[in-house]
């Protein structure tokens, strides 16, 4: 859909004077075949931010990305340690494997991560989705809570993100404990309850 001139160029003004827009050149000559004259705009860092979405104007206060490895052997963690320390604390864990969903499984996951104002990645089992989806909330802004299984940690850990501190956990309820007190610390109580009794 072509917009008539007019319109289209009090929408071009309004982008430009609110920063979203800049002058990228002008075609001359036939080098751009019926170009020759035309101005091109390209995105700001502002245009880029508003198209995309920030860290602020996406987030939902209080929801939580849980990025995990869904193992038999993990579901304890999630059940008996994550959901409940979030919960405790005060926020709405999203756990993919409990997400129902009718698309692409990763749209919908960069969706969730969008939507989050932080994240959990328990990094036990080193999978490589775990990994990618705690980046891809880095590049957002997203603060990540990185934890491991004490006895995996080791040999799960990557030298990319062993620089940041990890929750090391030894059995669910230490894990609970642990990742409560840290998102406590330096979140505060969440927007969906009171800090639980310990």
């Given at each position: 859909m072509t917009l008539p001139v007019q319109k289209n160029c009090n929408f071009i003004r309004a982008t430009r004077?609110?920063?979203?827009?800049?002058?990228a050149g002008s075609a001359v000559g036939a080098a751009m075949n019926d170009s020759a004259g035309k101005q091109f705009y390209r995105l700001t860092y502002k245009g880029w931010d508003y198209v995309l979405g920030t860290s602020a104007s996406s987030a939902e206060h209080g929801r939580v990305f849980v990025a995990m490895w869904f193992d038999e052997s993990m579901a304890s963690a999630y059940t008996e340690g994550i959901e409940p320390a979030l919960l405790d604390s005060g926020f709405e864990p999203v756990c993919m494997n409990a997400v129902f969903h009718n698309d692409d499984i990763n749209f919908t996951i960069l969706a969730e991560i969008r939507r989050a104002?932080?994240?959990v990645a328990d990094i036990t089992g080193a999978r490589g989705g775990v990994y990618f989806e705690a980046g891809f909330a880095r590049a957002l802004g997203r603060e990540v809570f990185f934890c491991c299984r004490n006895d995996r940690f080791g040999t799960d850990r990557h030298f990319d993100t062993e620089h940041f501190q990890h929750t090391l956990w030894t059995t669910p309820a230490d894990l609970r404990a642990k990742l409560?007190?840290?998102?406590l610390g330096l979140k505060g109580v969440g927007p969906y309850g009171r800090r639980a009794s310990r």
């Open positions: 004077e609110a920063g979203l827009i800049t002058v104002q932080f994240i409560r007190d840290k998102v």
